[in-house]
C-alpha cells in the first residue's frame, strides 16, 4: 500500500478562521478526516505534518525519502520565495506535487510565481480540498514512483 506524506506550511493550522471567502470554512482537522477516509477507500496510507517553520518543512522532507513513496505539499507562502524548500524539494528522490487551496494565479501578483513548482512533479492549484484528492490520486499508480 503506497504511503504519502501531506506536508502543509505556514497558516494552513488557520484553516477555517483565516480569509474563509479564500480558504472555506473547514479547518485543518477537517481536511486531514477527509483526506484519511478518501485515502481509506482507495488503500493508500497518509500520514499528516504541518509546521509554520522552514526547517521543518525541510526537515520533514529530508526525512520522507526513507519512509514515504510521495508527497503532497502545500508550502504556503514559502512557494514563494523559499529557496531553501525547493532545494530540499529537489534534493529528494521520491515525487512531490505541490497543492494550493485557492488559485494563486488570480491572486495579488507576489503569488504568480511559486519557486518549488520547477522542481515538483506537478502543481494543483485553486480545486481546494479536491486539490489534495487528485495530488494522492496520483500516487495510486505505481509506475510514479
Known sequence: MPHILILNGPNLNRLGKREPDV????????????????????????????????????????????????????????????????????????????VHLSNPHAREEFRHRSVIAPVARGQITGLGFEGYKLAICYFMNANNK
Open 23 to 98: 480558504y472555506g470554512r473547514d479547518t485543518l482537522t477537517d481536511l486531514e478526516q477527509k483526506l484519511f477516509q478518501f485515502a481509506e477507500g482507495i488503500q493508500i496510507e497518509l500520514t499528516f505534518f504541518q509546521s509554520n517553520h522552514e526547517g521543518d518543512l525541510i526537515d520533514a522532507l529530508h526525512e520522507a525519502e526513507e519512509q514515504y513513496d510521495g508527497i503532497v505539499l502545500n508550502p504556503g507562502a514559502f512557494s514563494h520565495y523559499s529557496y531553501a524548500i525547493r532545494d530540499a524539494v529537489a534534493a529528494i528522490s521520491i515525487p512531490v506535487i505541490e
